[in-house]
C-alpha cells in the first residue's frame, strides 16, 4: 500500500460525517490507479505572494486549471460533439487579470456567497455588521472576501486540495474559520468541489463557486437549454435582497423544470426579471437534504455540449451575467452582456437574517461539509 492509499483509507476510516455518495466516491478511487494527470506550475506574484497554477486533465483530453489566488477555477476545457477540446469558461490569460476588477470570475466566493441586508445580522443576541460593498448590503464575503486572498495548496489523489484560514472578525465576521476547498476531475468529465469549514466561534458560513460557464465557448448564453429541478424560488427586492417568501415557479418566466432557451423569457415583464435585468435570483431546489442530487442540466445546441449540476446544497443562484458590459477585456476579447451564466449552489442569500430559511449557522466543533459536481458531456441533437 503506497502512502496516498494509507491516507485515503485513515481518512475514510475517521469521515464519519461523510454522506454515503461520498464515501461511494472515495472507494472508487482506492480501487483505481489516479488516471489524472497533475500538474502545478507558477502562475505570477500578488501583493499577497506567490501565486501557482495547478492543471488536471483526464484521459479524455479535458483540463480544469486552478489558481491559488482567490482558489479560483481559471478554466475549463471540454470536448464538444465533434471531439474538439474548447473553453467553456470566462476567464483571464494572466494573474493581472484576476488582480484587477472583476466580477469573481471562478472564484471561491465567502465567508458568506450573495447577499447580506444591509451587511448586518446578529448571532446569539450579539450584532456584527459587515462592509456594505453591493449598493446598502453586502455581498459575497466582503471587501476582501475569500476570492482575494491566497490559498494554501495541496496535490490530492485526482484533484488539488486548498486551505485557507479566515481570521476572527476577518471582514467582521466572527470565529476563526478554517476552510478547505477541493477540486477533484474524474474519468468521465466531472469535477468536484467538496467544501469543508470548522470555527472556533459560533458564526455564518455560506460558501459558493462563481464560474461563469458559456459552453459554446464564444456569444451570448441565450440559446443554451437550461432544466433546472426548482418548483419556488426566492424573489427580491429592488437591492436584490429575498423578501422573505416563497414564489411558485409555475406560469413565470423562472418556469425552468422542464428545459427551455435561457433567452426565452429573459427580458419578460414580468417584475422580478426586470428587478434582476434578466436572471440573478435563488432558486429553492426540488432535493432531499444534504444528499447529493441532480439539480440542473444545460444544453448548448451549436457544440452539442451539455453540463450537469450536482449538489447538496438547498439552492442555486442563476445568475446571466447581467452586469456585463463589455468593459471587462478577458482571455478572448471584450465580455458583454449575458456572456456566460453562473450557477452559485448555495444556501439562500440573506439567511442570517431570514428565520424561515435553511439556517447557515456554524457551531464550534460541527463541520461544514457539502459538494458540488459539474459533469460535461455531448449530445447531438
Ligand atoms: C452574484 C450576484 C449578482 C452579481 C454577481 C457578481 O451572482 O447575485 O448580482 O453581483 O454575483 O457580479
Redesign the pocket.
Given at each position: 500500500m503506497n502512502r496516498k492509499t494509507l491516507c485515503y483509507c485513515l481518512l475514510l476510516f475517521f469521515s464519519c460525517q461523510s454522506n454515503e455518495q461520498e464515501q461511494k466516491d472515495v472507494l472508487t478511487n482506492m480501487s483505481k490507479p489516479s488516471m489524472i494527470q497533475i500538474s502545478k506550475n507558477a502562475f505570477g506574484t500578488a501583493p499577497d505572494g506567490a501565486v501557482d497554477l495547478f492543471k488536471l486533465k483526464n484521459e479524455q483530453g479535458m483540463e480544469v486549471e486552478i489558481i491559488t489566488y482567490g482558489a479560483i477555477v481559471k478554466s475549463i476545457k471540454v470536448p464538444d460533439k465533434t471531439g474538439k477540446i474548447g473553453e467553456v469558461t470566462l476567464g483571464f490569460n494572466d494573474l493581472a487579470g484576476y488582480l484587477g476588477e472583476h466580477?469573481?470570475f471562478g472564484a471561491i466566493v465567502g465567508r458568506y456567497g450573495?447577499?447580506i441586508a444591509k451587511g448586518k445580522f446578529s448571532i446569539e443576541g450579539t450584532p456584527y455588521s459587515l462592509a456594505t460593498n453591493?449598493g446598502p448590503n453586502a455581498?459575497?464575503g466582503g471587501i476582501k472576501g475569500f476570492d482575494k486572498v491566497i490559498w494554501k495548496a495541496a496535490e490530492v489523489p485526482n484533484g488539488v486540495a486548498l486551505t485557507y484560514v479566515s481570521a476572527d472578525m476577518e471582514e467582521g465576521y466572527p470565529g476563526e474559520l478554517t476552510i478547505t476547498v477541493t477540486y477533484t476531475l474524474d474519468k468521465d468529465n466531472a469535477l468536484k468541489i467538496a467544501y469543508e469549514a470548522t470555527t472556533d466561534k459560533t458564526t455564518v458560513c455560506n460558501l459558493t463557486n462563481?464560474t461563469y460557464f458559456n459552453l459554446a465557448g464564444s456569444g451570448d448564453i441565450l440559446d443554451h437549454q437550461l432544466m433546472i429541478k426548482a418548483d419556488w424560488m426566492t424573489p427580491v427586492d429592488e437591492t436584490?435582497i429575498p423578501t422573505g417568501e416563497l414564489k411558485g415557479v409555475k406560469g413565470t418566466a423562472f418556469d425552468f423544470r422542464m428545459s427551455k432557451p435561457i433567452g426565452k423569457d429573459i427580458d419578460a415583464e414580468e417584475e422580478q426579471i426586470q428587478i434582476g435585468g434578466g436572471y440573478?435570483h435563488n432558486f429553492v431546489l426540488n432535493m432531499k437534504p444534504r444528499t447529493r442530487t441532480l439539480i440542473a442540466r444545460v444544453f448548448e445546441p451549436s457544440s452539442g455540449r451539455t453540463m450537469e449540476v450536482l449538489t447538496r446544497e438547498p439552492g442555486v443562484?442563476f445568475?446571466t451575467g447581467n452586469?456585463l458590459d463589455g468593459t471587462i477585456i478577458g482571455r478572448s476579447g471584450a465580455i458583454g452582456k449575458r456572456s456566460a451564466f453562473?450557477l452559485?449552489t448555495q444556501h439562500f442569500p440573506d439567511s442570517p437574517n431570514q428565520s424561515t430559511f435553511p439556517s447557515t449557522l456554524l457551531q464550534p466543533g460541527e463541520k461544514y461539509e457539502t459538494s458540488t459536481v459539474y459533469k460535461f458531456g455531448v449530445k447531438n441533437d
Open positions: 466580477p469573481y450573495n447577499r453591493n455581498l459575497h462563481h436584490l440573478d443562484q445568475y452586469f453562473c452559485e
